[in-house]
């Protein structure tokens, strides 16, 4: 007997993609559980809260003002019943995005991929040839993430917290050291645009 493919769930909620190119518009997050990665500044929760068919997460937004999609995570490439959610959301009009962190080639046939790799994936970045790419900016080699084919290249500054592993307040100061350093290497490298969380500045999820 064949059974219902299901997706572990962290949240699902209807807010402003704050990041990158599609930073101001309205969209619906859905965030799978779990990811490869294990990075000290990441604050992302990852209680699965609940499983879910992609029937039953379509039907879930069906009811949101919006047709615009964010699939994250965690990293959703690490679940591939996403595709069958991808299937049902393009089914019913939806445009849907994924930001992934780049550890693999399948993006499930979503229409707008944001590829983020991370320091710790030690070379395990694989998805080279996307939509955007965005970087959270640690002083990396520039040059290394150009030998890519990216329409657009974004940088955005780390937060810092008061706490390892993205816990406590931010650390306001630290910061805004790091937007600074951000902005100095934006403009030394015209290749990248900033991108800045406006989410957090204006107090959305
Ligand atoms: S890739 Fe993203 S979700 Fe995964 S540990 Fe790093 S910051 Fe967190």
């Known amino acids: 007997m064949e059974t219902e493919p299901v997706l572990r769930i962290t949240e699902i909620f209807h807010s402003i993609q704050g990041e990158g190119f599609h930073a101001g518009t309205p969209a619906i997050f859905i965030r799978g559980t779990g990811c490869n990665l294990a990075c000290d500044f990441c604050d992302t929760d990852f209680s ?10 379509a039907e879930r937004i069906a009811g949101y ?14 679940q591939p019943a996403f595709k069958a959610l991808v299937e049902i959301l393009h089914a019913r009009g939806y445009y849907v995005t994924m930001e992934t962190n780049g550890g693999s080639e399948d993006t499930f046939g979503v229409d707008w991929v944001t590829v983020s790799p991370k320091l710790s994936q030690k070379g395990k970045w694989v998805l080279k040839r996307a939509q955007e790419l965005k970087l959270i900016y640690e002083s990396q080699d520039l040059a290394f993430y150009e030998d890519s084919s990216f329409e657009h290249y974004f940088l955005q500054p780390k937060e810092i917290r008061t706490a390892a592993w993205g816990k406590g307040e931010r650390d306001r100061e630290s910061t805004r050291a790091e937007w600074d350093k951000t902005v100095r290497a934006v403009m030394a490298n015209p290749k990248w645009k900033l991108s800045i969380q406006l989410h957090k500045e204006l107090g959305l999820r």
């Open 65 to 78: 003002p919006c047709r615009f999609v964010v699939l994250t995570g965690g990293e959703p490439t690490i």
């Open 48 to 57: 699965p809260r609940e499983k879910l068919s992609p029937e039953a997460i």
